[in-house]
Nanobody, 127 residues
Framework: QVQLVESGGGLVQAGGSLRLSCAAS????????MGWFRQAPGKEREVVAA????????YYADSVKGRFTISRDAAKITVYLQMNSLKPEDTAVYYC????????????????????WGQGTQVTVSS
């Protein structure tokens, strides 16, 4: 089965950096969108960043533009989220997710399109 495993979360001070990893297995992800989502207590899950595995599309939420970078290592079948200049409001559980091709599109931001999810990793940013 498809498995996504996040790692790299932890506690950091405001202004610090953290790098999340998402190790993927069980499928060839060439036609998938890989996304990072986050959810804080009492808030809805939101997309942070997304990247098509092969099609060259990338998206960042306005709140993280210029601070976060999504990337992938095809050889390791791993997706990363480099988070710099972290703020307390970045505190959340971060989830890696994968969305298969939908119609003719190789890229999607729709939460409902993401069929596979990791278990989540906690990121806490202290003020």
């Amino acid at each position: 089965q498809v498995q996504l495993v996040e790692s790299g979360g932890g506690l950091v001070q405001a202004g610090g950096s953290l790098r999340l990893s998402c190790a993927a297995s069980g499928r060839t992800f060439s036609n998938y969108t890989m996304g990072w989502f986050r959810q804080a207590p009492g808030k809805e899950r939101e997309v942070v960043a997304a990247k098509s595995w092969s099609a060259g599309r990338t998206y960042y939420a306005d709140s993280v533009k210029g601070r976060f970078t999504i990337s992938r290592d095809a050889a390791k079948i791993t997706v990363y989220l480099q988070m710099n200049s972290l703020k307390p409001e970045d505190t959340a559980v971060y989830y890696c997710a994968a969305a298969p091709r939908s119609g003719s599109s190789y890229f999607t931001l729709a939460l409902a399109s993401y069929d596979y999810w990791g278990q989540g990793t906690q990121v806490t940013v202290s003020s």
